[in-house]
């Protein structure tokens, strides 16, 4: 069976259309020359591979240098219960699935949202069929459709002390991940970029589109952030490289309340 990767995002698709529907949506982009599409052979041919490395205890990175996708850095999640395969990439390789298997059982896949898919059913069969749950709302967008595709909603408890939720906001289902015992125990909040970890390590963003600029409103940036307050959480990892190392919860809640005093016009002064 062929199937294809959009070179932009990244997506797997069992078939090319015209264009890729997650890059034509306000929140991505089409390249100025056009869609361009590859296959993992065509990827590894020109040298990418996957690495793997540790973030802190029981949390790994799994990221590539392929020259396709947005670029994530998946996480795992390792409990003594299985493994979590957190925004995978949009490739994968035998090395890189030996890298992930050495870690323990993965026993669940899942995108924060779509843009995040990867190649997620590729992996699935890599690493055994598992399941790959992707929110409800927002499982019109999956463009390889597969049995190993199952819907979620609400808070599921996806291994113990693992907590899939989803506050919406970027998409309806967008999702983070709460890791009950990560950051020492204080709890660590994988948040894709539903919350995105800022470069000051101090602060957080709320955001429709990220390469577009698109804001999401100030009511609604308030509202994931109490979504996710309801979590104990110190550390918070993003989709990419952005943490912020300590006292996340309190940065989450006081970022909201910026987005929206600005998004108020309450600092309009200072413009």
Known sequence: MTWWICRTCG?????????????????????????????????????????????EPDLYAVD????????????????????????????????????????????????????????????????????????????????????????????????????LTQPGGHFPGSAVVHWAVGAGGQGVLLSGDTIFANPDRTSVSFMRSYPNRIPLSGAVAERVARHVARFDFDRLYNNFEGVIPTDARAVVLRSAHRHAAWARGDHDDLT
């Open 11 to 55: 997506v797997e698709h069992a078939e090319r259309p015209p264009v890729c529907a997650i890059c034509a949506d306000e929140r991505q982009w089409v390249p100025a020359d056009g869609q361009l599409w590859t296959t993992l052979a065509e990827l590894a041919a020109e040298g990418a591979t996957v690495r793997v490395h540790e973030l």
């Open 64 to 163: 590539t240098d392929a020259a396709a996708g947005i670029g994530q850095q998946a996480k795992v999640v390792r409990t003594t219960a299985g493994n979590l395969l957190w925004d995978p990439i949009g490739f994968l390789d035998d090395d890189g699935v030996r890298q992930v298997r050495a870690l323990g059982e993965v026993v669940a896949i899942v995108a924060s949202h779509p843009h995040m898919f990867g190649v997620q059913v590729e992996w699935s069969r890599a690493l055994g069929g598992v399941p790959v749950l992707v929110s409800a709302p927002d499982i019109g967008w999956v463009a390889r459709p597969d049995s190993v595709i199952e819907s979620w909603s609400g808070d599921t408890e996806i291994l113990p002390g693992v907590t």
